[in-house]
T-cell receptor, first 114, second 109 residues
Framework: DTGVSQNPRHKITKRGQNVTFRCDPISEHNRLYWYRQTLGQGPEFLTYFQNEAQLEKSRLLSDRFSAERPKGSFSTLEIQRTEQGDSAMYLC????????????FGPGTRLTVT | GIQVEQSPPDLILQEGANSTLRCNFSDSVNNLQWFHQNPWGQLINLFYIPSGTKQNGRLSATTVATERYSLLYISSSQTTDSGVYFCAGTSSNTGKLIFGQGTTLQVKP
C-alpha cells in the first residue's frame, strides 16, 4: 500500500455512459497526477494538479474528459460519452512539490467499455 | 524529442540468477525513477535516482546522467520479482513522468 487510494478498482460500462473515478493522494502531497495505461504500454500522462489548480493537460485529454481537485485534496476524473477506446487502466499518483519529484501511485481503476 | 528507451523488452530468468535492465533517456529527461508493476497493476516506486548509485536489498540502481543512461540490477532473483519494470523521467517543471515501454521479467522457480 503506497498510501494513494483509488475508487472504484474496476468499472464496466456501456458505450455512451458517463463514468467518474476518484483518487485520494497521500495527505501531505500537493501534486497530483492522472495517467492512462493501455495493455503492453507504459503509463501516459493525462493531467496534473498543484493543490487545487489544474496546471497542465495532455493532448490525450479530449473534451470528453474533465478532472477536478476542488479542495486540493482528493481528485475526480470524469469521462463523458465513453467510447471503446477509453478502455484502459487509469492511474493516479501524488508527490511533494518541493525536493524530489518521487511519485507514488495508487492501485488504478481498470475501465472496460462494452 | 523526449525519449525513454528500455532494454531488453522481455527477460526470463531462473530463480537465483542476476540481471541488469537498461534505460536510455534523451537530454530533456531528468529525475530518473524506476518502478515495478506487479501482475495486478500496482506500480511501486523502487528508486528515485537522478544520478549516482542506490541500493535497496537485492536491488540497486545506477544513473550516469552525463551519458544519459540508468541501470537496474536485480541479484538473486525470486519469483516475486516477476512483473514489468519501468523507468521514467520528468520533462518539465510540472514533474509529469515520461515512461519507457518497460521490461517484462519472468522469474521461474
Amino acid at each position: 500500500d503506497t498510501g494513494v487510494s483509488q475508487n472504484p478498482r474496476h468499472k464496466i460500462t456501456k458505450r455512451g455512459q458517463n463514468v467518474t473515478f476518484r483518487c485520494d493522494p497521500i495527505s501531505e502531497h500537493n501534486r497530483l497526477y492522472w495517467y492512462r495505461q493501455t495493455l503492453g504500454q507504459g503509463p501516459e500522462f493525462l493531467t496534473y494538479f498543484q493543490n487545487e489548480a489544474q496546471l497542465e493537460k495532455s493532448r490525450l485529454l479530449s473534451d470528453r474528459f474533465s478532472a477536478e481537485r476542488p479542495k486540493g485534496s482528493f481528485s475526480t476524473l470524469e469521462i463523458q460519452r465513453t467510447e471503446q477506446g477509453d478502455s484502459a487502466m487509469y492511474l493516479c499518483a501524488s508527490s511533494r512539490d518541493r525536493g524530489s519529484n518521487k511519485q507514488y501511485f495508487g492501485p488504478g481503476t481498470r475501465l472496460t467499455v462494452t | 524529442g523526449i525519449q525513454v528507451e528500455q532494454s531488453p523488452p522481455d527477460l526470463i530468468l531462473q530463480e537465483g540468477a542476476n540481471s541488469t535492465l537498461r534505460c536510455n533517456f534523451s537530454d530533456s529527461v531528468n529525475n530518473l525513477q524506476w518502478f515495478h508493476q506487479n501482475p495486478w497493476g500496482q506500480l511501486i516506486n523502487l528508486f528515485y535516482i537522478p544520478s549516482g548509485t542506490k541500493q535497496n536489498g537485492r536491488l540497486s540502481a545506477t544513473t550516469v546522467a552525463t551519458e544519459r543512461y540508468s541501470l537496474l540490477y536485480i541479484s538473486s532473483s525470486q519469483t516475486t520479482d516477476s512483473g514489468v519494470y519501468f523507468c521514467a523521467g520528468t520533462s518539465s517543471n510540472t514533474g509529469k513522468l515520461i515512461f519507457g515501454q518497460g521490461t517484462t521479467l519472468q522469474v521461474k522457480p
